[in-house]
């Protein structure tokens, strides 16, 4: 009997590195402080809820690979054009580092080196350093492949900027503001920036607790399918 290789997702939210690497074959177990359900989307992996900082990396010795995907809202509002924004003292790395030190635990424990790709923002890069490789405005660091898929799409949330800013250049209806924070890197989409979409509420105009308003939320951030796949069958 051939057993599934084992893949730990931390802060796994709405499961977009769980559904690619399910699909490549492996086992997953997901690390979140909520459990994200939003009517038929839900982890589609075995789910813990724990605070990431609280876990340790010996428990993880039996994984082949470690992906993340840590909060980035202190990353994005710092990149905005806001003098508020700008005013902000750094952000506190915490989350972000913790991925690294439940890795170089987990390599202690095995005694082996167990690969990490941990996916943030763009904006993250002038606090956490350069990254090694964006798939969209979805960048990545830690043991990113040295070949990668490449997209030059911008579809987030629903909406097409592919292209965006070349002669012929057409897509839905949006907004200098929302195309100005996809540039900054920031993981936005038309109906999370209140473009004129008339099919969906203004997400920006709602609730911060709106149900609605948090399925954007963890849409917007899922890992694209083709790229959770292709880390998957990397370290397969």
Known sequence: MTIAPLAIDLFCGLGGWAEGLLLEG?????????????GNEKYPGELVLQDVRTLHGSQFRDAVLIVASPPCQAYSYRAMPWKRAKALP??????????????????????????????????????????????????????VPALMPFSNEAKVGGIDFSGYGTPGYKSVAFNSTAVKRLREGEKVGGRWW???????????????????????????????????????RVYR
């Open 26 to 38: 492996y086992y997953v177990i997901g690390f979140d402080i909520e459990r994200h359900v939003y």
């Open 194 to 232: 209140n473009e004129r979409d008339n099919r969906y509420p203004p997400i920006m105009m709602m609730s911060s607790k709106s149900p609605a308003r948090a399925r954007a939320s963890a849409m917007i951030a899922k890992i694209p399918l083709p790229l959770a796949r292709h880390i998957g």
């Open 90 to 143: 750094p952000p506190d790395n915490e989350l972000f580092d913790a991925c690294f030190r439940i890795q170089r635990e987990a390599c202690e424990a095995a005694g082996h080196h167990i690969p990490m790709v941990v996916e943030n923002v763009r904006g993250a890069q002038k606090w956490v350093g350069r990254s090694r490789w964006n798939f969209g405005s979805f960048h990545l660091w830690g043991d």
